[in-house]
């Protein structure tokens, strides 16, 4: 809660953005419009949402601006509901406390902040981790972002920030920015439909926000809701199947991973030739970068450097570079328990027609649990969908739905062995013929096969 | 028409690719497959279709990519219909003539092909010119588009060509791609409106779709579908008005132009330093650049060197860069033939508080011929919307809808003054107050008065 | 305004109506959910929106109960607009004073109370009045309806009659409902358009309603949403001109005049079989009935008693009966001053081959008068539309907008002549041969010719 | 398949009918254009869709009309796509034979033809059955349908009426038509849909479309559409529960079925006041109905008898008939097996406080199987969905999808107990207090409790 309400002042006039998901984004606090208009914020514009999405849906062209927009969007309806229809009376009656709704809007416009370009990806090679840079960016005092939280209160950016990380002491507000049904999965879903021409994503936004309610222990849906959530349910089931696992997508993030990891070993071994050393990424290279550093970087910034890479004189780097820039996706197929000691012959198969193994072949595997009841005893235990009764009774999800409870605590998603298309060429007059056979023998409807 | 007939043929399955605009976009044809797995066609994912509009709608982040295949599908569709319902029976009837539908589907995927990044404001500075590298992607040898185009016949790239600069003789097929009522308006009017979330650029294009047909000079629409194409053209009227010729898009065009002209100043005169000199800029500083140089360039390779430019040590450089980069757009006022004589007064002003006029003031002009009427003495005469009479006869559209005919023929949009946001400062206690006010005096209900 | 407030409570939970225009109507009052349930609202079920236009846009089957929720539904969003953003805070200041919600209302929920089956159609032969039958409704102590607005006070029911009856002294209450751009066509454009399936009518409404605002003598529109006002404006003339006024729909019209002419001619000659006397049509071809028996008629009615008159005995009733029922329309042509002199000539050729021209030929002028400024000299004047510029100050649209100028003060629509469509048959062997090709001598491309 | 070619032709300009779900609903055949102008199939316009629905969702006013053409258009579209990418080449290679376009078409466009006002009710009190009246329809030579359909062959009649009752050998064609995916169940769930504004039924028709493929015995998917497939099985599940089965749609149809029975009662016991006996359902009535006497039926007359049946003096049916045409429903709660022993208490108590139980209580179950796998134990086993592998084997949708195998077999609905509303009143000064508390104490989260 915000100590000092100063700040807390609305505009004269209400502001608002277009936004073709949520029709109009409405901002009646100063506060948000001036986070909106910080350099940390803006720079969202210049990072994409879907990262390698859009080579499979070329329509995914969309940033984490709009999506930070529209989850915020989500959250000051919530709110507004909430403080209209279930205001507190007494301190512990499961009500809500409209002084809460502050740090809820924040947390939720910002909860993204700390991405950078390609995430997932870069992450994995540089070693950076973009929830700490959220609270880095909150709560460093050179931010602009955090110059504008601190006008609320001097604790206001990190009770911000410990809404993000899950230690802001009322559950209720921490569900409404992270749960199983949250104001992120709820715009990324139709935001990501939307973009993609998809209908998977698709469920009734409104009818759930109506059936919302705020309770002791955090947030549960009305039971005559509940077909409702359900729906939501299988919209993001079917989302990570159809979209955010699809394989062409993830196989052009093999290759940007393969790509990136190429610069990095060439640079720590003195061999990316001085022209083409990429001046922004060299902190990262090092090993050794500020928070500055870090928000210099953009989707732009990386394609700029594999531009220039597609000249250099390492052939890995230069190839790899072409088929990122110029889509040429590695293919796939299904691995499974029964099938995965097939890859060491299948890696050998592609060096012996004279492709690095290393970074022409890889192994990725995506899998979500689209829900999950609360268990305690899980590595991460999720915080699972209430369900309330007439009678006030709660009643978790999948014990009333059956296609709730047929996906309920199951991963979805697959493993698959990526390698070059050029693998399943024709090969009737080839120097390679026998081995391109060899290799086409193990894979049948998607998958590999003994 | 496309001479050898070789490389014509179908898939043995239709691809598609998933567009939110058109749902599918159906790619029956090798040839089309090709040109899109091209990488000059490729590069269009990184040239974002309306440049600085995101700056006031945040949706509009879409590429010329999709707006490339949307063109292509609307064209498909045209050809369709007009193959099955107006085949020619003998020359000169004025039917469709379907040997011409590969090079009609040729020109509409490739029209834009040779745009770069923020294309307007790029030429502006750097006198390259889209269409004529448009042509120029077509026809040279060492392009993979040429490669690909090739294989129909030596003839056919130039004859793609010929569409695209209206030198193709058939007329059928240069008003499919560029005419009023083009495949490559319907697409960007429909695209455009869907990822700003507008309403205005929404018209009934299957309607038009139906009532389109060939005749001996051209394309005309059935009198039954008069409103529909009369819809059409009020959606592009207001589309111009309300999104094309946005003040606040126009400010950052500002902008990004007196950068790079700040940029292109510096380097001329050996005041860029040397950590800041922009590589894959350097070509078009000098001057002397080839076609993939140009094929180079997209919009993170300009924000990437803006992004650099930050930390310049020109202070006009630097704070440019930040202001294109954080969104902090001038403000701006409509200038009239009355109050154009106070532009000298007011960059005065500018000036006496510290800004240098030339990169902090500009004027700006957005005006378009929403329709016309075709009139032999303009300087670009149009190819008038006619509309076809039960009985064969032609009508134009204004001479039969009120609404047309009060646009016709007249320039729409308007002329505005671009200066700091600082100028609309309050000013009580500040050293520059008087200075401000003179400034104000002359701003009422955004127009300049006396 | 509502003098006793004993019955303005809100429900305890807010009820919702799923909507597929608004997607939910929001109703938070009692007195509107009680006024909802009475008979005679429920009665508007059974009344088609769009009476014979179905016979042409299949989809357009909707009755008088989703639209006058519609009109309640944008009426209440306004009100909530007005009262957070502009509430009056002393009298006469042009501000909203919220205290008129209740009777703004009702008055859109029960505008179109009084209408009845095939109103226009109906109100022609048997001289009822929908506007007269609104206001008994509404001030009759024996309806249900005005049973529930007495419990707000006994003034209430004329209150809401007056603001219908344009009488109710508040500008801003009355232009809410009745204007040039009010509630109820808002929703019918909306409504229509999503029911017929086309989309004409469609407008950016949340705009709209944003950049709405109370003044002094009246509703004024904010120079921001000129363009969405103007669109609207041209959604309505076009709605008008491709649906309301389709010359199917007037064809089929015709018929069903025709047709309880026939019936009243045969009742009134006492020619009209016992078996075939429609029951609870007598009142009115007694010209003796209640507001009880103009309250037992609809759509259904009219219709069974048709399905019973195919068999009558009278050949011309019979076999309009048999057009109305199996939409088999006249065929029509449009008549202009310069070819009016023909139709007694054309009505004499209908005649010939045996039809009784009185009911088998008509003539049917639908008009409108899509946007007017303000004339006092008008034999209706109408409430202009008045956009508030930054300063405040007023302009009317048509001043601001070329297409509004374009259309404003000019009737649009058409004069046809209605004939069977026997008359356009093939005649080579025909006993008629000669006279059907004398009659299709006079008409071309859609119209009468000399 | 036709035999007799002559009726086959083609217009010479293809006719479309607006439609608000599938855009246009394209005609090129004449026989389809003259079976849609019969006099049977133009009263469909007058037999709504789902009944009783409309009191749940205002929206859902649509008639049979429109969805015949809209089932007419998807088994429009599957045969097109069949003809051009799966031609059967030699017989039994289970490709398309394109010569069972026509019997598709018009079995698609027919199949509900001899559906009656409020089928599911009516049938039940006067036992007639809408699926022989179908055939019916299609077979006598008294009807225009059958007049059409002659002039194909003499068989041709009997060929549709085959496939509508699944006795046509080529089990494709009926598959197309009646299945668990067929064109019927595809636009029931988006028309309905669209026209209640509810989210649930809609599912991406276009995929299906495109993955829809023949094989020997059938239809199947190809797996890349598996999802969408389970997204429409998952559609269904969710319509069903949500839309189809809604508790006061139920209500209302038990009012309907109970005023109904009472009228039947009195007319057999002849105490039906002379004036208010219901012509046209006489024959009904007396069991003794000619076609022609089913087909002069529609809901407008079934409401007309309602709107006279008022004023009988009769007190059950006069009540029920306000109950039915001023939306009066009954209340209900869910019956388990561990309950149904209360019901002859609870009918007790609505009979103690003067209500007729016979009339004023009802047990209603709606259960649906929204997907089984083929079951030849089944009573009546369905065609299981088959998803055709990249090699070509087939497999069974729920083997390979969670959430059908969840549904799968699985009765879902429930069992409810209707009785008045009044006795859920409160009841602290009424003569029946301790009765209504009896009551209501057998109440608790919409069910019945011990």
Not at 93 to 110: K, Q, T
Request: aromatic share 12%; proline share 5%; hydrophobic share 40%.
């Amino acid at each position: 809660m915000a100590d000092n309400m100063a700040y807390q002042q609305h505009l004269s006039r209400e502001k608002v953005f277009r936004d073709p998901v949520h029709n109009y984004i409405h901002v009646p606090d100063q506060l948000i419009l001036d986070l909106i208009n910080t350099k940390e914020f803006q720079r969202l514009r210049r990072i994409k949402q879907l990262g390698t999405a859009l080579f499979t849906f070329h329509g995914a062209e969309h940033s984490r601006f709009g999506h930070s927009l529209g989850v915020y969007e989500i959250a000051r309806q919530i709110c507004e509901n909430f403080a209209r229809n279930y205001p507190t009376k007494t301190p512990g009656d499961g009500g809500w406390d409209n002084s809460e709704r502050l740090v809820v809007l924040c947390a939720a416009l910002l909860h993204d902040i700390g991405h950078g370009a390609y995430s997932h990806t870069f992450e994995h090679i540089f070693h950076t981790d973009h929830e700490a840079l959220t609270v880095k960016i909150l709560t460093s005092p050179e931010t602009e972002v955090n110059q504008v939280l601190r006008q609320v209160s001097d604790e206001f950016p990190q009770q911000v920030a410990s809404v993000i990380t899950h230690d802001y002491p009322n559950p209720q507000v921490v569900q409404i920015i992270s749960s199983q049904i949250d104001a992120d999965r709820m715009d990324y879903l139709l935001r990501d439909s939307y973009l993609t021409g998809t209908e998977y994503g698709k469920f009734d936004l409104t009818r759930i926000l109506r059936v919302m309610r705020p309770y002791q222990d955090g947030i549960s849906f009305a039971m005559d809701g509940m077909h409702a959530v359900e729906d939501y349910v299988l919209s993001r089931f079917q989302m990570y199947l159809q979209v955010y696992f699809h394989p062409v997508s993830r196989a052009m993030e093999v290759i940007l991973e393969h790509l990136l990891q190429r610069a990095k070993y060439l640079y720590e071994h003195q061999q990316l030739d001085a022209a083409f050393v990429p001046y922004l990424l060299v902190p990262f290279l090092e090993n050794d970068f500020t928070l500055n550093d870090y928000l210099n970087l953009d989707d732009g910034v990386l394609t700029t450097y594999f531009i220039q890479w597609q000249s250099a004189s390492d052939p890995i780097l230069s190839d790899l570079a072409q088929r990122f820039l110029n889509r040429r996706p590695f293919k796939s197929a299904q691995v499974t328990p029964a099938t995965v000691h097939l890859l060491p012959e299948l890696k050998r198969l592609v060096a012996a027609v004279g492709y690095d193994a290393d970074y022409y072949t890889a192994i990725n595997n995506s899998f979500d649990l689209p829900y999950d009841a609360y268990d305690p005893h899980a590595a991460n235990p999720k915080t699972q969908i209430e369900i309330s009764q007439p009678d006030g009774s709660l009643i978790e999800l999948s014990t009333l739905s059956d296609v709730v409870a047929a996906i309920s605590g199951k991963m979805t998603g697959d493993e698959r062995f990526f390698f070059p298309k050029e693998m399943l060429a024709e090969t009737t007059d080839n120097l390679f013929a026998s081995t391109y056979q060899e290799f086409q023998h193990h894979i049948l409807n998607d998958a590999l096969i003994d």
